[in-house]
Protein backbone atom coordinates (compact mmCIF):
# COMPACT_ATOMS: atom_id res chain seq x y z
CA UNK A 1 0.00 0.00 0.00
CA UNK A 2 1.62 3.18 -0.92
CA UNK A 3 1.41 6.56 1.09
CA UNK A 4 -1.35 8.05 -0.16
CA UNK A 5 -4.11 5.32 0.43
CA UNK A 6 -2.81 5.04 4.08
CA UNK A 7 -3.55 8.61 4.37
CA UNK A 8 -7.03 8.58 2.35
CA UNK A 9 -10.13 7.18 4.37
CA UNK A 10 -13.42 6.42 2.92
CA UNK A 11 -16.77 8.38 4.70
CA UNK A 12 -19.19 7.07 2.47
CA UNK A 13 -19.41 4.00 0.63
CA UNK A 14 -21.54 3.05 -2.62
CA UNK A 15 -24.54 1.87 -0.22
CA UNK A 16 -24.73 4.57 1.95
CA UNK A 17 -24.58 7.36 -1.09
CA UNK A 18 -27.52 5.35 -2.25
CA UNK A 19 -29.38 5.45 0.93
CA UNK A 20 -28.43 8.70 1.49
CA UNK A 21 -29.77 10.24 -2.08
CA UNK A 22 -33.04 7.89 -1.44
CA UNK A 23 -33.30 10.00 1.97
CA UNK A 24 -32.24 13.43 0.20
CA UNK A 25 -34.84 12.63 -2.80
CA UNK A 26 -37.99 12.12 0.36
CA UNK A 27 -36.87 15.33 1.84
CA UNK A 28 -37.08 17.39 -1.35
CA UNK A 29 -40.61 15.63 -2.25
CA UNK A 30 -41.92 16.24 1.10
CA UNK A 31 -40.41 20.28 1.59
CA UNK A 32 -42.30 21.38 -2.19
CA UNK A 33 -45.33 18.64 -1.51
CA UNK A 34 -44.45 16.62 -4.01
CA UNK A 35 -42.73 17.34 -7.82
CA UNK A 36 -44.95 19.64 -9.56
CA UNK A 37 -43.25 22.56 -11.07
CA UNK A 38 -39.99 20.74 -9.88
CA UNK A 39 -36.43 20.80 -11.78
CA UNK A 40 -33.36 19.76 -11.01
CA UNK A 41 -30.02 21.26 -12.11
CA UNK A 42 -26.51 19.70 -11.25
CA UNK A 43 -23.22 21.36 -11.22
CA UNK A 44 -20.48 19.58 -13.15
CA UNK A 45 -19.10 17.33 -12.76
CA UNK A 46 -20.41 15.37 -10.43
CA UNK A 47 -23.86 17.26 -9.21
CA UNK A 48 -24.83 16.83 -12.62
CA UNK A 49 -24.55 12.69 -12.15
CA UNK A 50 -26.25 13.02 -8.41
CA UNK A 51 -28.82 15.32 -10.13
CA UNK A 52 -29.97 12.25 -12.48
CA UNK A 53 -29.53 9.91 -9.67
CA UNK A 54 -32.23 12.06 -7.51
CA UNK A 55 -34.54 12.56 -10.83
CA UNK A 56 -34.81 8.58 -11.17
CA UNK A 57 -35.47 8.14 -7.49
CA UNK A 58 -38.21 11.20 -7.39
CA UNK A 59 -39.80 9.05 -10.43
CA UNK A 60 -39.63 6.12 -8.75
CA UNK A 61 -41.67 7.60 -5.70
CA UNK A 62 -43.71 9.88 -7.68
CA UNK A 63 -44.07 8.17 -11.05
CA UNK A 64 -43.27 11.82 -12.76
CA UNK A 65 -39.56 12.40 -13.49
CA UNK A 66 -38.69 15.86 -13.18
CA UNK A 67 -37.17 17.75 -16.15
CA UNK A 68 -32.76 17.58 -15.13
CA UNK A 69 -30.51 19.74 -16.29
CA UNK A 70 -26.11 19.97 -15.80
CA UNK A 71 -25.04 23.74 -14.97
CA UNK A 72 -21.10 24.26 -16.12
CA UNK A 73 -19.60 27.51 -13.89
CA UNK A 74 -16.57 27.99 -15.01
CA UNK A 75 -16.57 31.47 -16.34
CA UNK A 76 -18.49 32.18 -12.98
CA UNK A 77 -16.16 31.20 -10.70
CA UNK A 78 -14.26 34.46 -8.91
CA UNK A 79 -11.15 32.47 -9.81
CA UNK A 80 -11.61 32.21 -13.46
CA UNK A 81 -8.47 35.13 -14.14
CA UNK A 82 -6.21 33.15 -11.64
CA UNK A 83 -7.54 29.96 -13.94
CA UNK A 84 -6.49 31.19 -17.30
CA UNK A 85 -7.61 27.65 -19.26
CA UNK A 86 -10.96 26.71 -17.23
CA UNK A 87 -11.89 22.63 -18.23
CA UNK A 88 -15.74 23.75 -20.67
CA UNK A 89 -18.09 21.11 -19.80
CA UNK A 90 -20.78 22.97 -20.85
CA UNK A 91 -24.07 23.94 -19.86
CA UNK A 92 -27.04 21.87 -21.09
CA UNK A 93 -30.53 23.23 -19.83
CA UNK A 94 -33.13 22.58 -22.19
CA UNK A 95 -36.16 23.80 -20.18
CA UNK A 96 -37.41 27.03 -18.85
CA UNK A 97 -36.20 27.78 -15.40
CA UNK A 98 -39.12 30.83 -15.43
CA UNK A 99 -41.29 30.18 -12.44
CA UNK A 100 -40.06 27.04 -11.57
CA UNK A 101 -38.70 25.44 -8.39
CA UNK A 102 -34.96 24.82 -9.02
CA UNK A 103 -33.12 22.64 -6.59
CA UNK A 104 -29.55 22.81 -7.58
CA UNK A 105 -27.53 19.66 -6.72
CA UNK A 106 -23.46 19.68 -6.11
CA UNK A 107 -21.23 16.95 -4.56
CA UNK A 108 -19.42 18.89 -1.36
CA UNK A 109 -20.08 22.07 0.19
CA UNK A 110 -17.59 23.94 1.21
CA UNK A 111 -16.80 27.69 0.84
CA UNK A 112 -19.92 28.26 -1.01
CA UNK A 113 -17.77 30.14 -3.64
CA UNK A 114 -19.48 27.30 -6.17
CA UNK A 115 -23.20 28.20 -5.26
CA UNK A 116 -22.65 31.44 -5.56
CA UNK A 117 -21.14 31.06 -8.80
CA UNK A 118 -24.04 28.38 -9.45
CA UNK A 119 -26.52 31.44 -8.73
CA UNK A 120 -25.20 34.23 -10.81
CA UNK A 121 -24.88 31.42 -13.78
CA UNK A 122 -29.23 30.27 -13.18
CA UNK A 123 -30.09 33.97 -13.37
CA UNK A 124 -28.56 33.92 -16.80
CA UNK A 125 -30.93 30.70 -17.82
CA UNK A 126 -34.32 32.41 -16.23
CA UNK A 127 -36.21 34.00 -13.36
CA UNK A 128 -37.09 30.79 -11.04
CA UNK A 129 -39.72 31.09 -7.84
CA UNK A 130 -37.16 29.87 -5.88
CA UNK A 131 -33.55 28.00 -5.58
CA UNK A 132 -33.30 25.62 -3.01
CA UNK A 133 -29.79 23.43 -2.54
CA UNK A 134 -29.30 20.23 -2.35
CA UNK A 135 -25.60 18.70 -1.64
CA UNK A 136 -24.37 15.21 -1.02
CA UNK A 137 -22.06 16.24 1.88
CA UNK A 138 -21.25 19.64 3.34
CA UNK A 139 -17.81 19.31 4.88
CA UNK A 140 -17.97 22.92 6.78
CA UNK A 141 -15.47 25.88 6.58
CA UNK A 142 -17.98 28.42 4.55
CA UNK A 143 -16.20 31.98 3.47
CA UNK A 144 -19.93 33.22 2.43
CA UNK A 145 -23.44 33.17 3.75
CA UNK A 146 -24.68 30.19 2.16
CA UNK A 147 -25.94 26.98 3.44
CA UNK A 148 -27.47 24.19 1.81
CA UNK A 149 -31.76 23.31 1.95
CA UNK A 150 -31.34 19.27 1.77
CA UNK A 151 -27.84 17.84 2.89
CA UNK A 152 -26.78 14.48 2.80
CA UNK A 153 -24.48 14.20 5.55
CA UNK A 154 -21.73 16.53 7.53
CA UNK A 155 -18.20 15.78 7.61
CA UNK A 156 -16.26 17.51 9.61
CA UNK A 157 -12.50 18.31 7.83
CA UNK A 158 -9.80 20.44 8.57
CA UNK A 159 -8.55 23.01 6.09
CA UNK A 160 -5.47 20.77 4.64
CA UNK A 161 -7.75 18.34 3.81
CA UNK A 162 -9.62 17.00 0.59
CA UNK A 163 -12.95 15.43 1.28
CA UNK A 164 -14.02 14.21 -2.80
CA UNK A 165 -16.97 12.23 -4.45
CA UNK A 166 -16.03 9.89 -6.47
CA UNK A 167 -18.58 7.86 -9.05
CA UNK A 168 -19.02 5.02 -11.03
CA UNK A 169 -19.95 6.98 -13.68
CA UNK A 170 -16.45 9.24 -13.84
CA UNK A 171 -13.94 7.26 -11.34
CA UNK A 172 -14.84 3.07 -12.13
CA UNK A 173 -16.06 3.53 -8.49
CA UNK A 174 -18.52 5.42 -5.82
CA UNK A 175 -17.09 6.95 -2.35
CA UNK A 176 -16.64 9.67 -0.75
CA UNK A 177 -13.14 10.23 0.81
CA UNK A 178 -11.15 12.36 2.83
CA UNK A 179 -7.45 12.87 2.69
CA UNK A 180 -4.42 15.34 3.52
CA UNK A 181 -3.89 17.82 0.95
CA UNK A 182 -0.36 17.43 -0.44
CA UNK A 183 1.60 20.54 -0.56
CA UNK A 184 1.13 22.99 -3.80
CA UNK A 185 -2.55 20.39 -4.62
CA UNK A 186 -5.53 22.34 -4.30
CA UNK A 187 -8.62 21.25 -1.98
CA UNK A 188 -11.49 20.67 -4.41
CA UNK A 189 -13.09 18.73 -6.74
CA UNK A 190 -11.33 15.05 -7.46
CA UNK A 191 -10.13 15.66 -10.90
CA UNK A 192 -11.74 13.83 -13.89
CA UNK A 193 -10.18 10.95 -15.72
CA UNK A 194 -9.10 12.24 -19.27
CA UNK A 195 -11.26 10.71 -21.49
CA UNK A 196 -14.45 10.61 -20.03
Given at each position: ?N????Q??V ?7 Q?TL ?5 Q ?13 V??V?R????A ?9 I ?14 YR ?12 GT?I??SL ?5 V?VD???Y ?5 R?A ?12 I ?30 S?R ?7 D????K???V ?10 V????
Amino acid sequence: MNDDNQQESVVMDEGEIQRTLVRIAHQILEHNKGCENLCLVGIVTRGDVLAKHLASIIEEIEGVKPEVGSLDISFYRDDAVINLAPIVQGTNILFSLDGKTVVLVDDVLYTGRTIRAALDALMDFGRPSRIQLAVLVDRGHRELPIRADFVGKNVPSASNESVRLYLKEIDDESAVKISKVKPGQRVGSAPVKRGR
